[in-house]
């Protein structure tokens, strides 16, 4: 069966669906014909035209929850040009709301959970003309009820699952040009890998769970070197960053991989997401000699209360003290923080101020708090209405990050007004370093030099940025717009 599996994008970031890539190269294994797309903004015709060459038989969507208006927009195209071809969806969205996702795109079948032995299961039955009762993990319409079979089983050993086939996808070259997600190291070609699925944390704004569960499943050391192998073979990759939930969980794992890159890869740059509890001397420092470059670190609040309410199951000593260790071994440090938590307060807010200046992150980054769909925070705000019900193309959106959202603690107003004192502080340590990192290049100099004459925006910017005292305004538009001109160069360049 020739099959497209579609990604959709609200930004220009330059991380490539994985999880859909790895989905795609399943269904080539067991014989069909995957063609994988991800939807930029403003690229769509040159899908269509690839989708229309490849002349799909079954379409199938992965779905975030801010890129349902755009899935929903593509959706109506694609019906309409191909009206006799089926069409399914799953991703986190999909998996916490099956029959409202089923229902307004008007799908064929939907997904929960891992996919690929759901999908191609789903396949098999309706070419033999069978009914898709028998197929765990899939939702569909009978009379217009909605039924679901039952939990699909996860994939217990990942290394019986090929690796990730990045040719799936046209342009995949795209995705390796910096900016990386190691940030301030502006390395040529910077891949992403995953080596597990699942996470154990309860942290109540994730919805990761609803597709790889709370335990993790870990690939073999030497089936995540044959991936780095083809991944230098195939594409020249110099760095990678692992997107793994918690890279670091299994410290005999990580000494082994460690041990595994400094023999057979000592060149290779690479960065990976870390919970603190997981961090100690001895493995801080192995990963150092292997090449690691980068740490992320979820820190979200300096308030103890906020911690424990967000579920994250670590203290304000796990966090100081990993990075301690960091700065040690001379390693960078990202850590994220949210704003709006339940109970929060302004205290909450200086507690958080004095736990970033004890941490000294490299680079910080701050969200409001977002209740996604399947999240038990999402359950929690409409049990207590902490929001007004809203559709999935408006405030979970493009505004999700613009705004306060939620009314349990710090009100929406004064989250933004929180946000903006935060990133005030850290503002020109933050950016000083993302710009650092392109500016050793200088194709980059000329290039922001001639943007910055041939646009009139930058010079706006700056004037606006001057006569509000604004200088977070200035930095982020700046970076965020030369950054996302970058990207779109690069993306046009790839497609020609």
């Known amino acids: 069966m020739r099959i497209v599996l579609i990604h959709a994008k609200i930004n220009f970031d330059n991380m490539e669906p994985y999880g859909l890539l790895a989905l795609g190269t399943y269904l080539t294994s067991v014989g069909h014909s995957v063609l994988v797309l991800d ?5 769509s015709m040159v899908h269509y035209k690839r989708i229309k060459n490849f002349d799909p038989q079954l379409v199938g969507y992965s779905i975030e929850t801010p890129a349902f208006g755009l899935i929903k927009a593509c959706h109506k195209i694609l019906k309409e040009t191909f009206p006799k071809a089926l069409y399914c969806a799953g991703g986190s969205h ?25 999908l191609a299961h789903a396949i098999d039955t309706m070419e033999k003309g069978n009914d898709l009762n028998t197929v765990p993990g899939v939702g569909y319409l009978s009379n217009n009820l909605y039924q679901e079979t039952k939990a699909p089983s996860f994939v217990e050993n990942l290394d019986t699952l090929p690796i990730v086939d990045r040719s799936l996808i046209p342009d995949y070259p795209f995705y390796l040009q910096p900016p990386g997600n190691i940030r301030g190291l ?7 890998m995953m080596t597990s699925r699942g996470c154990y944390n309860g942290c109540i704004f994730c919805d990761s769970h609803n597709i790889h569960g709370r335990t993790i499943r870990q690939r073999s050391v030497s089936h995540v070197m044959q991936e780095i192998e083809l991944l230098i073979r195939n594409y020249k990759a110099q760095a990678l960053f692992f997107i793994d939930d918690i890279f670091t969980h299994d410290k005999q794992w990580m000494l082994q991989f460690c041990q595994e890159m400094s023999d057979h890869f000592p060149k290779m740059k690479w960065g990976c997401q870390s919970r603190a509890d997981c961090l100690d001397e001895e493995l801080i420092s192995h990963m150092k000699r292997a090449g690691c470059k980068q740490i992320d670190i979820g820190v979200e609040s300096g308030d ?52 970033i200046r004890k941490m000294a992150p490299s680079m910080c980054q701050y969200f409001t708090l977002i209740p996604y769909p399947g ?50 502080m850290t503002a020109f340590h933050d950016h000083k370093t993302l710009i650092y990192g392109w500016f050793r290049h200088p194709r980059f100099i000329f290039l922001f030099l001639w943007l910055f004459i041939k646009r009139g925006f930058f010079l706006k910017t700056m004037v606006r940025s001057i006569k509000e005292g ?18 779109y160069r690069l993306r046009q360049k790839v497609q020609n």
């Not at 939807?39 to 690229?43: A, Q, V």
């Not at 502006?186 to 992403?192: D, Q, S, Y």
């Not at 929060?344 to 736990?355: D, V």
Request: positive net charge; aromatic residues 12%.
């Open 375 to 424: 999240t038990a925070l999402d359950r929690m705000a409409q049990k207590k209405q902490w929001y007004e019900k809203v559709t999935y193309t408006n405030l979970f959106s493009q505004k999700q990050w613009d705004r306060g959202f939620l009314t349990c603690g710090l009100s929406p107003k004064e989250q933004m007004v929180a946000k903006k004192k935060l990133q005030r």
């Open 304 to 355: 103890p209360k906020v911690l424990q309410k967000l579920g994250k199951g670590e203290r304000r000593e796990d966090f100081i003290f990993a990075a301690k260790l960091i700065h040690q071994y001379k390693l960078r440090m990202l850590c994220s923080f949210v704003i709006g938590a339940p109970n929060e307060t302004w205290g909450s807010i200086e507690q958080t101020k004095a736990l």
């Open 39 to 43: 939807f930029f903004p403003g690229d």
């Open 94 to 118: 999909t998996s916490a709301c099956p029959e409202e996702t089923l229902r307004q795109l008007f799908l064929d079948f939907v997904i929960k959970g891992e996919a690929e032995k759901s």
């Open 470 to 487: 604004n200088t977070i305004f200035l930095f982020h538009t700046i970076y965020t717009n030369f950054n996302q001109f970058l990207l």
């Open 186 to 192: 502006v390395i040529p070609r910077t891949a992403n």
